[in-house]
């Protein structure tokens, strides 16, 4: 083509007014004085991107909570070492959450916390030490609940929260084990054999931790194929609690289960592969996606519930719906 040709007078124009814009004024963020209510400042923010997708959130749990349908908040270990478990502890109180999913990681701290007020190592110089995860409490309480569940059937997750309440420690109060425990909704903890610092003893038995954890993912399942309406928030979760969502929704929609209007949402730093794709898309559910850090992002989505839910009551076992733990004898 010969550029000299083009003839710049015969362009097209149309007007500003009728072009297709991704933006409007209704679109934008509103200031306002100092002290206003925590709801009118969420609602002043932008209507775009995050500001946008916090509320939507937010007003699905809200639907959710108020329908009575469940929700349910899978986590890794960092939302436990950033100081975020008081706020989902606290929607457990108040009936918001009615069922929690850990990876080994999460169970861990929240068990250091309950037991000695403390978790998390330097792992680089106590690695070259030989010392890192070594901890003998973690390891003998650890073993102790993969031993209760195995005798006793009901899963890993209740388990360490009976084991945890019995052991006793300065945390029992801001462990989200112990508080499913004592609220009697579902804690289950998905285990990746060899990640966690509690499977180097030679005292852990892997018959009992393989069947311990395996009842959670069955009990999880359960809980999920009846998740219609409800919500799943992963939370900081990459890789293991993603495939473990994948697969029980096989499960449920292999046996015929409706997940209609299941809203889900990935909260975390960097938004990654399977976050998105098994949280947020293959389940055919209305995926929500945050990207910020914990300690920032769980108390912003906790107070925009609380905004919405001022009057939420403490709820015990008859608010939360009721799961049994598992079909298995015991032994």
Not at 70 to 93: E, F, N, Q, R, S
Not at 102 to 121: F, P, Y
Not at 223 to 244: D, H, K, Y
């Amino acid at each position: 083509m010969d550029l000299t040709d083009l003839n710049l007078d015969d362009l097209t124009f149309e007007p500003l007014a009728d072009r297709p814009s991704k933006v409007t004024l209704s679109d934008l963020g509103q200031p306002l004085p100092a002290n206003p209510s925590l709801d009118a400042w969420i609602d002043a923010l932008p209507q775009q991107l995050a500001g946008k997708n916090l509320r939507k959130l937010r007003d699905a749990i809200v639907i959710a909570h108020t329908a009575k349908r469940p929700i349910v908040a899978a986590l890794g270990g960092h939302v436990i070492k950033t100081g975020c478990a008081p706020y989902l502890i606290d929607w457990i109180h108040r009936g918001v959450l009615n069922g929690v999913a850990m990876n080994g990681s999460a169970a861990i701290h929240d068990l250091e916390l309950a037991v000695a007020g403390r978790t998390s190592e330097d792992v680089g110089p106590r690695l070259i030490a030989g010392t890192f995860g070594f901890a003998r409490e973690t390891s003998q309480l650890f073993v102790d609940a993969c031993n209760l569940a195995q005798k006793n059937g009901g899963g890993l997750g209740r388990a360490l929260g009976e084991v945890i309440t019995n052991h006793g420690g300065p945390g029992l109060d801001s462990s989200l084990l112990v508080a499913a425990y004592r609220a009697g909704i579902p804690a289950t903890v998905h285990v990746a054999v060899g990640t966690d610092i509690v499977h180097m003893t030679g005292e852990l038995d892997g018959a009992a931790l393989g069947t311990a954890t395996l009842d959670d993912f069955r009990l999880l399942t359960r809980v999920i194929a009846g998740m219609s309406g409800g919500a799943w928030l992963n939370l900081g979760s990459a890789v293991v609690l993603p495939e473990v969502f994948l697969k029980a929704v096989s499960i449920v929609r292999n046996l015929g289960h409706s997940l209609d209007g299941l809203t889900t949402a990935n909260l975390d730093f960097n938004q990654q592969y399977r976050g998105l794709l098994n949280v947020l898309q293959r389940p055919g559910a209305e995926g929500i996606a945050l990207t910020g850090h914990h300690e920032l992002m769980i108390p912003l989505l906790h107070a925009a519930v609380a905004a919405k839910l001022p009057h939420a009551a403490p709820a015990h076992r008859s608010h939360a719906p009721h799961f049994t733990s598992t079909t298995r004898t015991p032994r």
